[in-house]
């Protein structure tokens, strides 16, 4: 919020090597994703010691998400109302997440973001999670059986 800095807590999924500041988050692709990383990033288990942020206050559990320093200063060059997002709180989950608008695409991202601040609600956040929830459920059951989840 207003642009401090916190430590942001996941399981790590990818091989350590020097960061470069300026890169876009890495997809799945990467070939440093390390096979175990790859199952905890599809079925969501590397968010869950972010759950410590949100008990100690540092996020919220919907909200925009929050940018590691080096891709902050990469996306505020490429989305002009970048700072926007400070003034809530950044979250566990977002409307940017729930609608696949990812950092690769900053303008998509912060139009989510700025839709939620400025739509923000208890009902809102409400069926953000819900939504959240269900792809959560369908990503775990696609990973698992290696089958999409039948509508219906």
């Known amino acids: 919020m207003f642009g401090e800095t916190f430590d ?8 350590e090597t020097e960061m470069d500041d300026t890169a ?3 997809d799945e692709g990467n070939d440093r994703i390390t096979r175990v990383g790859r199952f905890i990033r599809r079925t969501h288990l590397d968010e869950l010691p972010q759950l ?11 909200g925009p998400r929050a940018a590691w320093t080096g ?17 809530v709180k950044p979250g566990l989950t977002g409307l940017a ?3 696949g608008a990812t950092s690769l695409d ?9 839709e939620y601040i400025r739509r923000q609600s208890f009902w809102f956040d409400l069926k953000i999670v819900m939504r959240q ?18 509508d219906g």
């Open 52 to 62: 410590w942020s949100i008990l100690i206050g540092d996020m919220s559990v919907v």
């Open 24 to 26: 876009p988050v890495a």
């Open 8 to 15: 942001v807590y996941k399981f790590r999924s990818m091989r």
């Open 133 to 150: 929830v269900w792809m959560v459920v369908v990503d775990v059951v696609r990973t698992v059986t290696g089958r999409p989840l039948e």
């Open 71 to 87: 891709e902050e200063t990469h996306l505020e060059a490429e989305a002009e109302d970048w700072r926007k997002r400070w003034f």
């Open 97 to 99: 997440q729930i609608n």
């Open 106 to 114: 900053p303008e998509a991202k912060l139009r989510y973001d700025v």
